[in-house]
Nanobody, 129 residues
Framework: QVQLVESGGGLVQAGGSLNLSCVVS????????MGWFRQAPGKQRDIVAA????????YYKGSVRDRFTIFKDNPKNTLWLRMNSLKPDDTAVYYC??????????????????????WGQGTRVTVSS
């Protein structure tokens, strides 16, 4: 059973930073793609950043492109999301996902590659103004 456990959320002032982590428990599971999603109150969950594990290409939602960084610590099987210059609009529950689906620039924001993904329980990020 693959389990993803996120941590690192919290309350931060606008302009501040947070680092989210996601530990994948099952070392034998080899994801082709991993990503961070978020769901703000009253809104649908959407992708924030993703990484193609096969070639290391990273993809970002436009509004976070210059502020967030996704990276993978492979020896520790941990996915990170470094978030800088946080804004109140970044307030949401953040989820990590791991999938056998293969992402690329044309599909990482679509549902299909994440259809059979494993999900974490989420970590809440609140950015105050």
């Amino acid at each position: 059973q693959v389990q993803l456990v996120e941590s690192g959320g919290g309350l931060v002032q606008a302009g501040g930073s947070l680092n989210l982590s996601c530990v994948v428990s099952e070392v034998t599971f080899r994801a082709n793609s991993m990503g961070w999603f978020r769901q703000a109150p009253g809104k649908q969950r959407d992708i924030v950043a993703a990484i193609n594990e096969n070639d290391g290409t990273k993809y970002y939602k436009g509004s976070v492109r210059d502020r967030f960084t996704i990276f993978k610590d492979n020896p520790k099987n941990t996915l990170w999301l470094r978030m800088n210059s946080l804004k109140p609009d970044d307030t949401a529950v953040y989820y990590c996902a791991a999938t056998s689906g293969v992402i690329y620039s044309g599909n990482f924001q679509e549902d299909l590659p994440w259809r059979d993904a494993y999900w974490g329980q989420g970590t809440r990020v609140t950015v105050s103004s």
